[in-house]
């Protein structure tokens, strides 16, 4: 993890970005899985900690009894907008590629049949509703992913997880994209509280997800998820304006 994950939602200064992309990939920055043995180990070291796991189900669990009331109340909410479902799922992409189904708070109005899917265009994007914005900028939408956390598709902290088809997309843009799928995607991530995140709208975007979220595979701790969950709910209350 990057120091400025101790500056709230700070982004890291360019020449620091440059910096762990040097010191994680030679040359390009760009190699596959099996030219890149250290990163293959130090997933391994994350994805096989038992005290991850034990901090993932007690966490998780435990936030699910204490935010019962207010995940009741969104819930309520949601239903009352009639805009589809109150849970939304959605296939994406976990540990070493496998597909699981996500869980989040319904934001956006469900797509037609036959119609493609297409990631948010931002701020503006029609489909969010009323409702769906505010869910958006406090991160609540992604409350139910605590029951992903607790079942093991996911973890508290890792790279978010994209859709199967976003994967899809860019994973022949970026021979360092597969790398990204060695650890358990989290609910939060080294790139979301650096302002890394939202739709990768170019290569600019792309590369420095990818930098972020393979620097916190480099330097996975136990004490840096501590430090990124304190982050995470700073970024939260603080209602980051990226967000969306």
């Not at 934001?107 to 505010?134: N, W």
């Not at 989290?186 to 600019?204: E, F, M, S, V």
């Amino acid at each position: 993890m990057l120091d400025t994950v101790s500056d709230r939602g700070r982004r890291p200064h360019p020449d620091a970005l440059e910096e762990v992309k040097g010191q994680l990939l030679p040359d390009d920055g760009k190699q596959a899985e099996s030219d890149n043995p250290h990163i293959a180990r130090d997933a391994h070291r994350c994805t096989t900690s038992k005290v991850k796991r034990t901090l993932d189900i007690v966490v998780s669990g435990a936030a699910i009894v204490v935010l019962s009331p207010l995940l009741a109340l969104i819930a309520l909410g949601l239903a009352a907008d009639r805009n589809g479902s109150i849970v939304f799922r959605q296939e994406r992409s976990g540990l070493h590629g496998s597909v699981f189904c996500i869980l989040k708070f319904r934001t956006m109005r469900p797509l037609q049949k036959g119609v493609p899917f297409a990631q948010t265009s931002g701020r503006d994007d029609e489909r969010v509703t009323g409702l769906g914005k505010i869910l958006r900028r406090t991160s609540l939408d992604e409350l139910p992913q605590l029951w992903n956390v607790l079942k093991g598709d996911m973890s508290l902290v890792g790279p978010r997880p994209h859709p199967v088809e976003l994967d899809r997309g860019l994973e022949d843009k970026d021979q360092r994209y597969p790398l990204r799928l060695l650890v358990k995607p989290g609910l939060t991530g080294l790139a979301q509280i650096n302002n890394a995140r939202g739709p990768i709208t170019d290569d600019k975007a792309l590369d420095r997800r990818l930098t972020l979220d393979l620097a916190y595979i480099r330097d996975w701790s136990i004490g840096r998820d501590f430090k990124l969950l304190t982050n995470t709910l700073g970024y939260v209350f603080a209602a980051k304006r990226d967000a969306y």
